[in-house]
């Protein structure tokens, strides 16, 4: 009916998929009326049938989560959102997979300008309920219209593993469980960081797979970030821990953060129209730039206002005046992504640091201290999930963690 989840996996795991599927919509049903409900489709690696597979002791499972998304006709009702996640938590339990729900409206969707996550999800999904034509029907969803703020925004949220990594080995746990999060972490980073070099160059797909060819007949990407893409693709596919087993893991965790903060560079470079950009005055020119950003829709300035009110940054001193002004406009999230670079790269020497250590509220700008800072930060403005993550990785943030 769905078409292959995986690309490897035996008819085994693409059953038990195909299980976790059908009960993850019984679910939905249960909750929301038939009329209420446009479309429910699954996205990510096995919404694209280009999923992960694990094998352990000779059996294979789903190596990634379930990713699903619900589009209702309507806004939905108060709490929803909060009753489907506690409804989907016995499935959780009992095939020990993680299941992701995200609820959207048809309008929204229709009015919403392209993310990356928008164009991936037309063309690389699968119906599991509801209308079929509905997502692929979104034909403002293409390529050419991501928004490169967005792009920007995903290279951050996947670099943010990294963060998480750095914290980990501030703790000392490099091994075990420790380890196996850390692996999976930098991979997840890689990747993201090659799709948002893909998309600068002008190459980026929906495809798992079409990225991969991409990215290995890229002659202009230098040949050790290529290298570590493919590895980090394959072990997307099949993971297997066994492959890191001879590495350092430190030695490695500083040379795939010296290669991406390489990448993030160039990307930003393209994205601010700054041919040569270097991280020295790279704080200015990302603020007055975000003064642009969303154009002149009226739910971008509403969100805006909201940020002037709520959002007040104990901004660097030496920042002008138009990059104080894009500093409050684009809330915490914006300010995350301009001191990013600074807490997981730990590039921009002290006024990099510094920036970062105000933006962040950090106790000092040491490297250990901007991390905390950022990950708090992270959880409150971030990622709302992150204070889970947090607290099943056992890490200790300081500020009444």
Same mark, same amino acid.
Not at 31 to 50: F, K, N, Q
Not at 271 to 297: C, F, M, N, Q
């Given at each position: 009916m769905h078409g292959r989840f995986t690309l490897k996996g035996s008819a085994e795991v693409e059953a038990r998929i195909a299980q976790v599927v059908g009960e993850a919509a019984d679910?939905?049903?249960?909750?929301?009326?038939?009329?209420?409900?446009?479309?429910?489709?699954?996205?990510?690696?096995?919404?694209?049938?280009?999923?992960?597979?694990?094998?352990?002791?000779?059996?294979?499972?789903?190596?990634?989560?379930? /990713? $699903?998304?619900?589009?209702?006709?309507?806004?939905?009702?108060?709490?929803?959102?909060?009753?489907? /996640?506690?409804?989907?938590? *016995?499935?959780?339990? %009992?095939?020990?997979?993680?299941? /992701?729900l995200g609820i959207v409206t048809v309008r929204a969707l229709r009015r919403s300008p392209c993310l990356v996550m928008w164009y991936d999800m037309r063309f690389g999904h699968k119906t599991v309920a509801g209308d079929a034509s509905f997502l692929p029907g979104l034909k403002h969803f293409t390529r050419d219209a991501i928004l490169p703020d967005d792009v920007r925004n995903l290279a951050v949220n996947r670099g943010t593993l990294l963060v998480i990594n750095e914290a980990l080995r501030d703790q000392g746990a490099l091994e075990g469980e420790a380890r196996r999060t850390i692996l999976r972490h930098t991979a997840k980073a890689i990747i993201g960081y090659g799709d948002a070099l893909l998309f600068f160059l002008g190459a980026y797909d929906w495809s798992y797979a079409e990225k991969r060819r991409r990215m290995a007949g890229r002659h202009d990407v230098p040949d050790g970030f290529r290298r570590l893409y493919e590895e980090a693709s394959a072990f997307r596919l099949e993971p297997d821990d066994a492959r890191f087993a001879p590495r350092e893991l430190g030695p490695w965790m500083d040379e795939v953060r010296t290669k991406l903060a390489e990448v993030h560079?160039?990307?930003?470079?393209?994205?601010?129209?700054?041919?040569?950009?270097?991280?020295?005055?790279?704080?200015?020119?990302?603020?007055?730039?975000?003064?642009?950003?969303?154009?002149?829709?009226?739910?971008?300035?509403?969100? %805006?206002?909201?940020?002037?009110?709520? $959002?007040? *940054?104990?901004?660097? *001193?030496?920042?002008?005046?138009?990059a104080r002004l894009g500093l409050k406009l684009g809330g915490p999230r914006g300010g995350l992504a301009a001191a990013f670079p600074f807490v997981a790269f730990d590039v921009g020497g002290t006024p990099g640091a510094e920036f970062a250590r105000r933006v962040l509220g950090a106790a000092s700008s040491s490297p250990v201290d901007l991390r905390r800072a950022y990950l708090r930060f992270w959880r409150e403005s971030g990622d709302p999930n992150f204070v889970h993550v947090a607290r099943k990785l056992g890490l200790v943030l300081g500020a009444g963690s």
């Open positions: 679910v939905v049903h249960g909750h929301v009326p038939r009329s209420a409900l446009r479309t429910l489709a699954l996205m990510g690696g096995y919404g694209r049938g280009e999923g992960g597979v694990d094998r352990r002791d000779g059996a294979e499972r789903p190596h990634n989560n379930l /990713d $699903f998304l619900l589009v209702l006709e309507r806004a939905p009702r108060a709490g929803l959102k909060a009753e489907l /996640d506690d409804a989907l938590d *016995p499935l959780r339990e %009992r095939h020990g997979l993680g299941l /992701d560079l160039a990307c930003e470079a393209s994205r601010l129209a700054v041919p040569g950009l270097k991280w020295d005055g790279y704080v200015e020119r990302t603020l007055k730039h975000s003064l642009g950003e969303g154009g002149l829709r009226p739910g971008m300035w509403l969100r %805006r206002a909201r940020n002037v009110v709520r $959002f007040r *940054p104990d901004a660097s *001193p030496e920042l002008g005046l138009r």
